[in-house]
């Protein structure tokens, strides 16, 4: 076990205070949508979408990760910085495989904005062939 992984709290007061806005101009991104339902599909199809976006911010955006909260969903995110003004893509693509019913999956970006997390969703409801 690794000793410094204890929350420092106890310790340390300040740890458990909320995270301070950084100072100096930041980025933000504004999704075009955050919402995308599939609508019905197939079990074991595998659908894709792309969330665009924009920085339109004061700096240039740094996404640092894009995680999903299952392996059936798989984000796509640009590694480079995207200036001021500039648009970029977060692709999602699902695969449906053993995923009967109405499925809501979200991916968390980690980016330099504040506040540091972002979230867009997909939507679908699966169902088996022949129902």
Known sequence: ANPTAQPLAVNNPAAAAPAEKP???????KFEEELHDFGTIKDGDVVEHIF??????????????????????????????????????????????NKPGVQNKTVTLTANTWPATQRVRIKANVVKEGE
């Not at 100072?23 to 991104?29: D, H, N, Q």
């Not at 976006?53 to 984000?75: H, M, Q, R, Y």
């Not at 590694?79 to 648009?87: D, F, N, Q, R």
């Open 52 to 97: 665009s976006f924009v920085n339109n911010g004061e700096a240039p955006l740094v996404i640092s990760d894009a995680k999903a909260t299952c392996g059936c969903t798989v984000p796509e995110w640009p590694k480079e910085p995207i200036p001021v003004g500039a648009t970029g893509e977060i692709k999602v693509r699902f695969n449906s495989k």
């Open 23 to 29: 100072e100096g101009p930041l980025p933000t991104i």
